[in-house]
């Protein structure tokens, strides 16, 4: 059986352009859409629990993200992926920390969405709200220069081999603020993996 995705936005424009990239990397999924969280609701109670739920953050019904958290005990066996305009870090961490299980940029490449979505629904928490294309391509010395404070902080700590908790308490953050400082500074750095990174961070 297909499993049942809803796509949830306001912008009709792009609302249509998400379900086309959901429909390329899952062409047996029932796609379904909605305009308010209204609709998101009363979709919800009709047939099958979704299995995933895609859905702006800036959107009509969701005035705040103590919503989100409610939406997360409503749907309790379902994916929630917040795609969002937003990329301030201290936003992403309280959606993060609503109980969503992944934040995706509108900024970022189709290709990106696409893959995003497929790993959130594979499991992993995935935070990637940085187009790849805006991002610097320099050395490995400059590259380093574009990280915050906080970034190359994370950074000397992943170096250290900590773990995302062990750095989350050694800056007393948040996990779900390390998660989003490790993926912002992979993209600067322009590295897929953690370990990646901490050669980069130690061949300078």
């Known amino acids: 059986m297909s499993c049942r995705i809803i796509v949830a936005d ?77 990329d301030d870090p201290e936003v992403i961490c309280e959606v993060m920390a609503a109980g969503v299980d992944g934040f995706i940029g509108k900024s970022v490449s189709p290709a990106e969405i696409g893959t995003a979505i497929l790993a959130i629904r594979a499991g992993e928490v995935v935070v990637n709200y940085l187009p790849s294309g805006l991002l610097p391509q320099l050395g490995a010395s400059s590259e380093l220069e574009q990280l915050t404070h906080r970034q190359q902080d994370v950074l000397r700590l992943i170096a250290q081999g900590k773990t995302n908790k062990e750095i989350a ?29 901490a050669v980069k961070y130690s061949g300078n």
């Open 169 to 197: 308490r050694a800056l007393d953050i948040s996990p779900f603020t390390v998660r989003i400082h490790v993926s912002s500074l992979l993209k600067t750095l322009n590295v897929p993996t953690r370990t990646a990174a």
């Open 10 to 86: 306001d912008h009709p424009l792009f609302r249509e352009a998400m379900v086309n990239t959901v429909r390329r990397i899952l062409p047996e999924a029932r796609l379904e859409e909605a305009g308010s969280l209204a609709d998101v609701l009363r979709l919800a109670t009709l047939g099958t629990t979704p299995d995933t739920l895609i859905l702006d953050l800036r959107f009509p019904g969701l005035t705040c993200i103590g919503r989100l958290a409610e939406l997360r005990r409503q749907l309790p066996r379902t994916t929630l992926i917040v795609v969002s305009m937003v």
